[in-house]
């Protein structure tokens, strides 16, 4: 709406309840093929971005209003809390290898803890908790997650089943407001590909 208001001999136009300006990353997801697997652009969600409702990983969490920012606030700061979480593993990562553990060994303990940190970060949203699970279920035949062999099988080494427990799901990143944070992670990890962007 358009407010006109005398003032002197001026005449101001005033703009009242302007729609604000869409949120934008610095850098765009949509040119990262693994954040768009499992997202889709939705101008009403508040970062632009919420779950495919055709996700294997994600498509659960699409039944959520993203457009409503009392909820992804909610869900940004879980999301937050669930990277800072992931110190743990960096710990045991860094004590097994000066103990002299072998990859396998590191690669199992990482991969078990990112389990159990994911599950637990949801543990005050059961509606979450069980669908995380029933994912879980559907896609590795266990509700904790993929166990280290099956991750090995992936990926066919344990350097790689390493590297990837601290690989987190970028789309869910994106919808969260939190893409621009983990960048440089992404980068770390050979998510991106910086020539494309």
Not at 78 to 105: C, F, N, P, V, W
Not at 139 to 153: M, N
Not at 177 to 196: C, F, R, W
Request: net charge negative; with cysteine; hydrophobic share 35%.
């Amino acid at each position: 709406m358009i407010l006109l208001v005398m003032t002197g001999c001026n005449i101001e136009k005033l703009e009242i309840n302007p729609k604000p300006e869409p949120f934008q990353y610095v850098h765009d997801p949509r040119e990262n093929p693994e954040a768009m697997k499992d997202i889709i652009e939705d101008p009403e969600a508040v970062y632009g971005f919420s779950p495919d409702p055709n996700s294997t990983r994600l498509g659960t969490y699409a039944e959520y209003d993203w457009s409503d920012p009392e909820f992804v606030a909610k869900a940004k700061a879980e999301r937050q809390a669930y990277h800072d979480s992931m110190d743990s593993m960096i710990d045991i990562l860094y004590t097994m290898r000066d103990e002299g553990k072998s990859m396998e060994e590191i690669a199992r303990a990482v991969s078990t803890e990112r389990n159990r940190l994911r599950l637990e970060s949801m543990k005050d949203d059961p509606s979450g908790l069980a669908k995380a699970k029933e994912s879980n279920l559907e896609t590795y035949g266990q509700e904790e997650g993929p166990t280290p062999d099956q991750l090995f099988e992936k990926y066919g080494s344990w350097a790689l089943v390493a590297q990837k427990a601290f690989s987190p799901n970028v789309g869910m990143d994106v919808i969260c407001g939190l893409y621009d944070n983990y960048y440089q992670l992404y980068m770390e990890l050979g998510i991106v590909d910086t020539k494309a962007e």
